[in-house]
T-cell receptor
Framework: GAVVSQHPSRVICKSGTSVKIECRSL??????MFWYRQFPKQSLMLMAT?????????EQGVEKDKFLINHASLTLSTLTVTSAHPEDSSFYIC???????????FGAGTRLSVL | DQQVKQNSPSLSVQEGRISILNCDYT??????FLWYKKYPAEGPTFLIS?????DKNEDGRFTVFLNKSAKHLSLHIVPSQPGDSAVYFC???????????FGTGTRLKVLA
């Protein structure tokens, strides 16, 4: 069964609106979750590491004010794309890693299309 | 600078034959490597892993080989099945971190 639940699977929105994506760890408590972005025919690029109870750690070049991450509980992290623009259109995927584990388990992803 | 490279964007293999997917890396500090399979519009599914202290790991039809001196790993699928058709990503982890760096993927097509 699924280890990670990501919602919604697809979003179409107008430019300037904000979009929230949820990532839930179903099988274990996750102090750390990860947010990735994938452009067509490209690799998965790590955007940020979401830390429960503290600020997210953003990768170089990722705007923290643009991509707000909240990890308020051990099973839920949210990514909010604020004031979305067409160039934010992409496939966003979250992942979780069980404590002390090497493997990351991914959600099904969210296809964001900004018109 | 791409630290993890999958130089073959696509590969076609006949059903029943072996599929070999390759991955090269540049950072000698990588200590764990993972292979994922991804269908369109879905998240990656974990397939198999290998630690840098090993040179081979096998799980059913999937075997991963690691050549540290060449900084090269490969995923062997045998026998290949049409359901194996997907994009395969290799990922490498920097020692002491949770972060994985992904390759650009190889699209495998298994022909019936």
């Amino acid at each position: 069964g699924a280890v990670v639940s990501q919602h919604p699977s697809r979003v179409i929105c107008k430019s300037g609106t904000s979009v929230k994506i949820e990532c839930r760890s179903l099988d274990f408590q996750a102090t750390t979750m990860f947010w990735y972005r994938q452009f067509p025919k490209q690799s998965l690029m790590l955007m940020a590491t979401s830390n429960e109870g503290s600020k997210a750690t953003y990768e170089q070049g990722v705007e923290k004010d643009k991509f707000l991450i909240n990890h308020a509980s051990l099973t839920l992290s949210t990514l909010t794309v604020t004031s979305a623009h067409p160039e934010d259109s992409s496939f966003y995927i979250c992942s979780v890693a069980p404590p002390q584990a090497v493997i990351q388990y991914f959600g099904a992803g969210t296809r964001l299309s900004v018109l | 600078d791409q630290q993890v490279k999958q130089n073959s964007p696509s590969l076609s293999v006949q059903e029943g034959r072996i599929s070999i997917l390759n991955c090269d890396y540049t950072n000698s500090m990588f200590d764990y490597f993972l292979w994922y399979k991804k269908y369109p519009a879905e998240g990656p599914t974990f397939l198999i892993s290998i630690s840098s202290i090993k040179d081979k790991n096998e799980d059913g039809r999937f075997t991963v080989f690691l050549n540290k001196s060449a900084k090269h790993l490969s995923l062997h699928i045998v026998p290949s099945q049409p359901g194996d058709s997907a994009v395969y990503f290799c990922a490498a982890r920097n020692s002491g971190t949770y972060k994985y760096i992904f390759g650009t993927g190889t699209r495998l097509k298994v022909l019936a």
